[in-house]
């Protein structure tokens, strides 16, 4: 499957599993988000949406509200699917940014220090309860899609407002070289936190009874494909193929080529 093409491919199956947990986490998390997002809007107003976290935060409300309306609403899966790739990169790079760098400034005041603590935890703990209770892999066709959110962000609002307004973050000017150095320490983050979420979900599903993952050199694939050659050469090899299909809890017609691709 050529690059391209992945772009518009998606497992929704393992993003939506049968997992009652699953649901109500969703369910729960959605009336949370919303209250905060609604909390924010009243105290901050649409200026707020100059900084990245409260972007991040509305984000983080939509996907859990399209999420849940797509266990009835089949279309939306995909959305939901998309957002989440855009927020698990964008809340784990803002909260790492935040305790690691932005943080320290705020010791010398205590205003808004509760409100900013949550704005910059709350989002990342859902999202990341999200992805440790459904079996989403991210592909890596679809980086594409965090990284055109933030750079989109970076240039329609934080590049313009910077120069001609204020700075938004402290060391942020855009005349100086840790301007860059932050940017591109936040791109980094966004390709490592997609790559560890990769790793874990491959290294997860690859172990498990029904799922090969095609770019990974997984031992259960190589297995396969060397009973696949086999079965070609000695047809008798078709029962027990099948056989070992059925203790993998893989059925004969979900099995192109006798095997399910989940990551071209």
Sequence with gaps: MGWISTLAY????????????????????????????????????????????????????LYFLIVSIGYKVYPLRRISYVIFEIIWPMNIMITLMFWCYYFPFLLDTTAFLEQRITSHTFPVVVTIGDFCMSNIIFYRAHYIYPIFFMVSYAVAVLYPYTVNVSPIYIGVTFDNGITYIILMSCLLIIVI????????????????????????????????????????????????????????????HDLPESKVIINP
């Design 10 to 61: 998606f497992h929704t199956e393992h993003h939506y599993k049968e997992s009652k947990g699953l649901l109500v986490f969703r369910l729960i998390s959605v009336v949370f988000t919303a209250f905060y997002f609604l909390f924010c809007i009243f105290f901050d107003g649409i200026d707020m949406f100059v900084y990245i976290t409260y972007w991040a935060i509305t984000i983080t409300f």
């Design 193 to 252: 936190s997609l790559e560890v979420a990769r790793f874990i979900k491959v290294r997860s599903c690859c172990s498990k009874k029904n799922i090969i993952d095609n770019s990974e050199s997984c031992s259960y694939k190589q297995d396969i494909d060397k009973e696949n050659n086999a079965n070609l050469e000695n047809p008798s090899n078709i029962v027990d193929y099948e056989n070992k299909q059925s203790e993998f809890g893989v059925e004969k």
